[in-house]
């Protein structure tokens, strides 16, 4: 067998997402354009030099009614860093998204692994549909902490142990696991945001309930924080009409 390099990298451990907005065109002006340009035309252009909070109730009618068009008109730019299992389920929403996620075959990957903290309920009752998620006993989280850790350390190793023969970062990445972290950009508008948050997301405003895996939600949660700064009129109607995208 190769010796792995005693200046290898070696494993750590965290239990969160991080989210930066990197770049953005989007504002609540944006909808109003493009909704007015209907009875307006050209003089629609207009809308940017106003203040939105005189045509909220417009902003309000387009949700409620679902005319969803006038909020596709804007652009959010995403960083996230988040275990690869969140990205893969992430990656289920293909219209009005744009990815381009970090490569295995292009960098050696970091040893950067996703463990649950104390926060996250670990015992899943119930049957499909039905099931709820409760609080793990203290041995069920010492054991998830120790086999997870153990797993992804030896997977980790025989990573390195490939590189370190000469395989190709292609094939060698292959033994890594989904807890592994990884870096994507992510762009969407308001719309696709919108559908993304109504179902990656529980909220007490939302009419139709939801069941997201704990880790995306938290990726949604701050990307929801985030675009409701850019947009508040057009996020206030989203929650005011029940978290359904128009």
């Not at 609540?28 to 940017?48: I, M």
């Not at 996230?80 to 969140?86: G, K």
């Not at 793990?136 to 992804?152: I, N, P």
């Not at 675009?227 to 929650?239: C, D, E, G, K, V």
Request: hydrophobic share 35%; proline share 6%.
């Amino acid at each position: 067998m190769t010796d792995t390099p005693a200046d290898d990298p070696k494993p750590s451990y965290r239990s969160d997402v991080t989210v930066e907005l990197v770049k953005h065109t989007a504002s609540d002006a944006d909808v109003l354009f493009a909704a007015r340009v209907s009875t307006l035309g050209e003089q629609s252009l207009d809308e940017l030099k106003k203040d939105p909070e005189r045509s909220k109730g417009l902003i309000n009618y387009l949700m409620r009614d679902r005319h969803g068009s006038p909020f596709e008109h804007n652009s959010m730019t995403f960083l996230i860093s988040a275990p690869i299992f969140v990205f893969r389920e992430f990656m289920r929403h293909r219209v009005g998204w744009s990815y381009n996620e970090e490569s295995g075959r292009y960098r050696e990957l970091q040893p950067v692994f996703y463990v649950p903290d104390e926060s996250r309920k670990l015992v899943q009752e119930g049957r499909p549909g039905k099931y709820v998620f409760v609080e793990g006993t203290q041995a069920q989280q010492e054991l998830v902490g120790r086999v997870m850790e153990d797993s992804y350390r030896q997977a980790y190793e025989a990573y390195q142990e490939m590189l370190a023969a000469g395989v190709a970062r292609e094939v060698a990445r292959a033994v890594l696991p989904v807890g592994l972290y990884s870096s994507m950009y992510a762009t969407c508008n308001a719309r696709s945001l919108m559908h993304f948050l109504g179902l990656r997301t529980q909220h007490e405003l939302a009419k139709v309930p939801s069941f997201p895996q704990r880790e995306i939600e938290m990726v949604g949660e701050k990307m929801e924080a985030e675009w409701a700064r850019l947009m508040p009129l057009t996020y206030a109607a989203f929650n005011a009409n029940g978290r359904v995208a128009p």
